[in-house]
T-cell receptor, first 116, second 111 residues
């Protein structure tokens, strides 16, 4: 149980275009989802916390107009990288909290974004 | 602020035990976690420990928590080549339930 499906797993796009990454909770309702970015050989950097039906909360230094987050339903959150540039190339991972209490976090399989 | 630190590399021989260490700063964390990440993949939850526990064992994995020293460790018994991966410790911190990750420890298991 508590599976999060993330798509696409890999995407290559041209500079200036936008890319949407989807994160779906398959067997539970996720009121809160988290979006992380990971550079090679580095830890996960939290970009934003996505709450169903309300605006996302962005971490300091993350451009909200560049990384658009939409959490319109209890099972789907999307991250759109707008006007992508090569420096946006990275591994993006979503996570969702599940269950009662504060102990259940499940992660998507990640999206490798390459901007050329 | 919240901070989680780990050593970056660990190399062991197959069959030996591996011990990965982690220190954290936020004493209000309710749960502490160990995740495994294989190349190009997401994170897989290995185990977690509630902050009022000292030890938790699950098959080959043993987690030790020293709350006084804010030190967490993961011991993998009989380490196999398939255990080669990056291991992250994480705490929940005190702000909105987000996970705070350490830098990750790259475990290399040599045959």
């Amino acid at each position: 149980g508590a599976v999060v499906s993330q798509h696409p797993s890999r995407v290559i796009c041209k500079s200036g275009t936008s890319v949407k990454i989807e994160c779906r909770s398959l067997d539970f309702q996720a009121t809160t989802m988290f979006w992380y970015r990971q550079f090679p050989k580095q830890s996960l950097m939290l970009m934003a916390t996505s709450n169903e039906g309300s605006k996302a909360t962005y971490e300091q230094g993350v451009e909200k107009d560049k990384f658009l987050i939409n959490h319109a339903s209890l099972t789907l959150s999307t991250l759109t990288v707008t006007s992508a540039h090569p420096e946006d190339s990275s591994f993006y991972i979503c996570s969702a909290r599940y269950g009662q209490g504060n102990y259940g976090y499940t992660f998507g399989s990640g999206t490798r974004l390459t901007v050329v | 602020g919240e901070d989680v630190e780990q050593s970056l590399f660990l190399s062991v021989r197959e069959g030996d035990s591996s011990v990965i260490n982690c220190t954290y700063t936020d004493s209000s964390s309710t749960y502490l976690y160990w995740y495994k990440q294989e190349p190009g993949a997401g994170l897989q939850l290995l185990t977690y420990i509630f902050s009022n526990m000292d030890m938790k064992q699950d098959q080959r994995l043993t987690v030790l928590l020293n709350k006084k020293d804010k030190h967490l460790s993961l011991r993998i018994a009989d380490t196999q080549t398939g255990d080669s991966a990056i291991y992250f410790c994480a705490e929940t911190g005190n702000q909105g339930g987000k996970l705070i990750f350490g830098q990750g420890t790259e475990l290399s298991v040599k045959p």
